[in-house]
């Protein structure tokens, strides 16, 4: 069934939301936490930090001005209008609360400090801004900047975008280490890491499910079991075994973690001689778990 018209609309003002409250968690970071330690990690706002180091330039100007070209860049490569229109405006928000925040906030922290300790402040970032752009990207959006060139490269080389983002990354954090010393570079690298972590659990949430694999002879059995004492359906096939080249039967059942144990029982009761396979589930999605959404 087509969305309708109402339901559109507001799926677009959930994403713009997302997008307004991500950005603005993300400058919040960057302002508080990275900015008054030099915590250049990774991404234009790291090369900002170096460039201000040097000139004296507002960090947010540079932000928004060096990403001008790369959103011409990105508006060929990946995606054209779709692609521009949230980054154009997850950016402008990024710099004019950036140049906000900069402006007010010293008068508050100074009065009322957060912490003055670097280590606190690199783990801080790390995990705001993580959320801010686990949010960002939950909205369909990017921050521009760096991230745009490791995506254009990633569609014409082929490498692992995890790679690219580690070398243009990684670049910034050794040149910030140069300019302000291997000390703070180490803890811009942990705001780096903490980042990428914090983001995907936004993105993904915690692991709350497992997906079991039973290999058995009594697949019938174990499904009509897993339905009414766990109330979880399975699929099954047949399988031929590598060694042995027995035939037998593979059931596949989605469970939430506190299930593990009784979906253990169900099988050691019903056929102790089944091999079973339990791994982690980042995501289920359908009846009985996380309802999909557009």
């Known amino acids: 069934m087509q969305p309708t018209r109402l339901t559109r609309i507001w799926q677009a003002t959930q994403r713009l939301l997302l997008l307004l409250i991500g950005?603005?968690?993300?400058?919040?970071?960057?302002?508080?936490?990275?900015?008054?330690?030099?915590?250049?990690?990774?991404?234009?706002s790291g090369i900002g930090l170096i460039v201000a180091h040097f000139t004296g330039w507002s960090v947010s100007i540079f932000y928004f001005v060096t990403n001008l070209p790369l959103l011409v860049l990105g508006f060929f490569y990946l995606g054209r209008w779709r692609f521009l229109v949230k980054t154009v405006v997850a950016v402008f928000i990024f710099s004019a609360a950036v140049a906000l925040f900069d402006a007010y906030l010293p008068s508050y922290t100074e009065r009322w400090p957060l912490t003055d300790n670097v280590l606190l402040s690199a783990i801080y970032a790390g995990l705001v801004g993580g959320i801010g752009g686990g949010l960002i990207y939950a909205a369909g959006a990017t921050l521009g900047g760096t991230g745009i060139i490791g995506?254009?490269?990633?569609?014409?080389?082929?490498?692992?975008?995890?790679?690219?983002?580690?070398?243009?990354?990684?670049?910034?954090?050794?040149?910030?280490?140069?300019?302000?010393?291997?000390?703070?570079?180490?803890?811009?690298?942990?705001?780096?890491?903490?980042?990428?972590?914090?983001?995907d659990y936004v993105l993904e949430g915690p692991s709350r499910s497992r997906t079991a694999f039973i290999i058995t002879n009594k697949p019938h059995a174990l499904i009509q079991a897993f339905d009414q004492q766990l109330g979880r359906g399975a699929s099954y096939w047949e399988a031929t075994g590598g060694y042995k080249g027995e035939h037998r039967t593979v059931v596949m059942c989605a469970i939430y973690r506190p299930q593990v144990n009784e979906l253990k029982a169900i099988v050691a009761q019903i056929d102790p001689g089944a091999f079973v396979s339990i791994g982690m589930t980042q995501q289920v999605l359908g009846a009985g778990f996380t309802k999909m959404s557009g």
């Open 23 to 44: 950005t603005l968690i993300s400058a919040l970071a960057f302002s508080v936490f990275q900015e008054p330690y030099d915590l250049a990690a990774g991404g234009v």
């Open 151 to 199: 995506r254009v490269l990633q569609r014409q080389t082929g490498m692992p975008i995890s790679q690219l983002y580690l070398f243009v990354d990684g670049g910034i954090i050794v040149a910030a280490a140069l300019v302000f010393g291997w000390k703070i570079a180490l803890y811009a690298m942990l705001t780096l890491l903490l980042g990428g972590i914090a983001t």
